[in-house]
Structures are given as C-alpha cells and as structure tokens.
C-alpha cells in the first residue's frame, strides 16, 4: 500500500518526500505509520521502474531538496492498481481506505463501482474475529464484556459501510 499511496498522491501534484511522508502519515496515522527506511527505498525503487521521476531544487536552507513526480508509466500504473486491486487491498479494512483515498483517480465509473462490488461481496461474507466449531462468533454469544464490545463495533461499522456502499454504488451507476 506505500507504493499506492506514493502514486496516488505524486498523481495530485509533485511533492518533495517530506511532504509526500506527511501525506502518507495523514493518510494511515498510527495505524501503519511511515518510517524512512520504509519509504526512501519504496521511492528508488519507483525510480529505478521509471514510474516516477526526481529533480533537484535549491531548498530554503544550505541542503537541496529532491522533488518528486508521476511519469507516464507511473500514471498508467497507478490506475491499472486502482482497477484491478489485490484480493487483500479488498478485504483488509486500512488497506481498501488507502484505495478509496485515490479511486477518484480511476476515470471509468463502472470501473469504480466494480472496485466497490468487490467490497461489498467481502463484506455480505459472514465473519467474525472469533470462532466456534466453524461458525462466527455474534456479539450477543461472546464470553466477555470486551469481545462483546469488539463484536458489537465492528458490527456497527460493517452496518454503515455497507450502507455507504450501497449509496456509492447507485450513484456511479446512475
């Protein structure tokens, strides 16, 4: 998901990587932060694919400063991803915000009401994070006050996102 993020954002507008660092951080938070051992060799390597570009600027102090930008290639990339996302950029919650941040890019809108089918399938799967003899735990059969919370929130969530599925959904295709 950093390299969809790194091309989501470089898509919007060139960015040096202490802003595009910040954007991801926004992005994902506390959940997965960003470290610079993680990003700087995510950037090179999108160098080295040619799908983004670099040039040096004068910064506002003595040290220079590396702008980055989406070429060609990483613009085609960037949609390709965002139209044919990995089964586990569906199913991992953080993972599909991180595709709902940038899928405004994807021009087709049947294209994008495609991507959310694919969530909504996901999400009319039956589920829990707890199991007994095979079948999912409901809130109301947790052992525990906390499994029961947890139960209970999650419920609510996947209630609203459905939802708003829903509502996205008839509006691409409308």
Not at 53 to 66: F, I, K, Q
Not at 77 to 88: I, M, Q, T, W
Not at 98 to 125: G, N, S, Y
Not at 143 to 163: C, N, S
């Amino acid at each position: 998901m950093l390299e969809l993020s790194i091309l989501g954002f470089l898509y919007e507008e060139p960015l040096h990587g202490y802003e595009l660092k910040a954007r991801i951080h926004a992005l994902n938070g506390h959940i997965r932060p960003v470290s610079d051992g993680a990003l700087y060799p995510a950037i090179t390597r999108l160098v080295k694919a040619d799908l983004i570009d670099h040039r040096t600027e004068p910064g506002s102090g003595a040290a220079h400063r590396r702008v980055l930008s989406l070429t060609e290639a990483g613009r085609a990339e960037l949609l390709a991803r965002l139209g044919n996302p990995k089964d586990a950029d569906i199913t991992d919650g953080q993972r599909f915000f991180t595709l709902l941040a940038f899928l405004r890019h994807l021009p087709d809108r049947a294209a994008q009401a495609a991507v959310l089918r694919r969530r909504q399938a996901f999400l009319a799967t039956p589920s829990s994070f707890f199991y007994r003899d095979g079948e999912p735990v409901r809130a109301e059969e947790a052992p525990d006050l906390f499994r029961q919370g947890m139960l209970r929130i999650a419920r609510a969530t996947g209630a609203e996102e459905r939802k708003w599925l829903d509502e996205a959904i008839g509006s691409l295709e409308s």
